[in-house]
């Protein structure tokens, strides 16, 4: 059984403040060495329960974060940027199961901790066939399109309701909960690592149940950004068509294509203030 592992930062047990994920903070090694942490709470249950190979992808700003000296030496690690694939780069059809670690709520969220989607400097709202998302599940269709199921998200409560909202019935591990945008109670650490056994142990026993995020026909992603500007940049894009303002809409049949296209979106819009 194959395995991948997606590991952002924001929703990381014991994170809370901007400064634990900024690079040029004192705080973020300490950060750092927390989510190698974690990240192998849930590669030591991948293989506890039946893993033979997981696959590690680092999703965080420039995605060099995770320490791989520290990292459980049987998984194997992507790092650095830019990345095609982003926060899902190396998935394809031969994964028997996406695990998320550390995500964080939608842009919007009110009292959310750390919310954004994708880019806090330049994304407002995403959705997808009318549907709003963020990141686990603008990221789960990619998984989708090879078929994959989500098995498991680790994050703080709002997150984690959000996931089964965008996403399905998947196993959620809250490790605190949002108090306000830089604020969360967390829980203890005996409490979060045995979360990770126990859910984790569940994902996997019903992975077959787990669902599967997968789009047919004509998909419609509508973006909105921080600022006119921004969208009107994201313009430069030959497929996008404007919505409003601070509005662009892409569409396509093939959800890979439509992500790509979110990709160059997201890089043009945020390429100007």
């Known amino acids: 059984m194959k395995l991948y592992i997606s590991v952002d930062m924001e929703g990381i047990w014991g994170l809370v403040s901007s400064s634990h994920v900024s690079n040029d903070s004192s705080e973020y090694n300490r950060a750092?060495?927390?989510?190698?942490?974690?990240?192998?709470?849930?590669?030591?249950?991948?293989?506890?329960?039946?893993?033979?190979?997981?696959?590690?992808?680092?999703?965080?700003?420039s995605m060099d974060n995770l320490l791989i000296e520290e990292l459980d030496p049987r998984a194997q690690l992507i790092s650095g940027s830019p990345?095609?694939?982003?926060?899902?780069?190396?998935?394809?059809?031969?994964?028997?199961?996406?695990?998320?670690?550390?995500?964080?709520?939608?842009?919007?969220?009110?009292?959310?901790?750390?919310?954004?989607?994708?880019s806090s400097k330049s994304i407002a709202n995403v959705t997808i066939n009318g549907k709003r998302m963020g990141e686990c599940g603008i990221n789960a269709g990619v998984a989708g399109y090879f078929g994959i199921p989500i098995l498991a998200i680790s994050g703080d409560d709002m997150l984690a309701a959000q996931a089964k909202e965008e996403i399905g019935d998947l196993e959620t591990i809250i490790v605190k909960k949002a108090i306000s945008r830089?604020?969360?109670?967390?829980?203890?650490k005996e409490t979060v690592r045995e979360l990770y056994r126990t859910k984790l142990a569940e994902a996997i026993?019903?992975?077959?149940?787990?669902?599967?995020?997968?789009?047919?026909g004509k998909i419609t992603m509508d973006i909105e950004f921080n600022k006119e500007v921004m969208a009107g940049n994201a313009m430069l894009l030959p497929e996008a068509m404007r919505i409003d303002e601070k509005t662009i809409r892409i569409e396509a049949d093939d959800y890979i294509k439509l992500f790509m296209m979110f990709r160059a979106a997201l890089n043009l819009g945020g390429s100007i203030s």
């Open 205 to 216: 026993k019903n992975r077959d149940r787990k669902p599967i995020l997968k789009y047919d």
């Open 32 to 61: 750092r060495k927390l989510m190698t942490q974690e990240a192998n709470w849930a590669i030591e249950e991948a293989f506890n329960n039946g893993a033979t190979e997981v696959v590690v992808n680092d999703s965080h700003s």
């Open 83 to 118: 990345k095609p694939f982003s926060m899902m780069e190396g998935i394809d059809d031969t994964f028997d199961g996406v695990i998320y670690v550390g995500y964080h709520s939608r842009a919007g969220t009110i009292n959310g901790l750390y919310n954004h989607t994708y």
């Open 182 to 188: 830089y604020c969360a109670h967390n829980f203890s």
